[in-house]
């Protein structure tokens, strides 16, 4: 299972590489994905190659102060970040590849889901740089992942450590204006058990939600 989000606003003109259209365009940079023994001097020798660094932080417990796996690296320019961007994003650092987005201090529209795809059944030779080269000819992407485990083998969305799947969500699209939910109800009742089903309403409404009993 691999998420990748693209921006939310449509653009005037189609993008054709993975740099991000200016109003997501920041001098501070999210690395993410990093292995728990790097430092902010490590970053620092890595990202002052693109330009000159006014900062670098690694985020660590309050406590413990071990690491959290992520970062913030501060460019004085935007055009040095989108660089850095350009040229790190993916780059092994202590042998793990880090993941490099633009950093706003908003997180709502990324934690809106909006913009989000979901894509599954990838091949496991699949990394995350794959991923992003692939579907930047279709558009600008602000951050994508391949979910994966502790030994990096490609891991399914919400699945358990022993293998069985927590999620029993169906999802319908492109069904008539008309259907409510007692008529997904009755449709999909024929096939089993349903603890609920809702349809989802609003300027943008494409996806149903049918959830199944749990067997």
Request: hydrophobic share 35%.
């Amino acid at each position: 299972m691999a998420a990748v989000q693209a921006p939310t606003q449509p653009q005037a003109t189609p993008q054709t590489t993975g740099t991000a259209p200016s109003q997501f365009v920041s001098t501070s940079l999210y690395v993410g994905d990093l292995d728990s023994n790097v430092s902010e001097a490590q970053l620092y020798e890595i990202f002052s190659q693109v330009g000159p660094v006014v900062s670098i932080r690694v985020c660590r417990d309050l406590i413990t102060r071990r690491s959290l796996g992520y970062a913030y690296v501060n460019y004085n320019g935007a055009q040095d970040a989108t660089r850095a961007l350009e040229l790190l994003n993916f780059t092994p650092v202590n042998g793990k590849p880090i993941r490099i987005m633009f950093s706003h201090r908003d997180p709502s529209g990324r934690k809106s889901g909006t913009a989000n795809i979901f894509i599954k059944n990838l091949d496991k030779a699949i990394d995350n740089k794959a991923l992003f080269d692939t579907f930047s000819a279709f558009g600008t992407i602000l951050s994508c992942k391949v979910a994966t485990d502790s030994n990096w083998p490609v891991q399914g969305r919400g699945t358990r450590p022993n293998g069985v799947s927590k999620f029993n969500n169906v999802y319908v699209k492109n069904i008539a204006e008309s259907t409510s939910d007692e008529d997904l109800r009755k449709i999909f009742g024929a096939y089993g058990s349903i603890s609920s089903a809702v349809v989802m309403r609003g300027r943008r409404r494409k996806v149903e939600v049918l959830r199944l009993c749990q067997l």
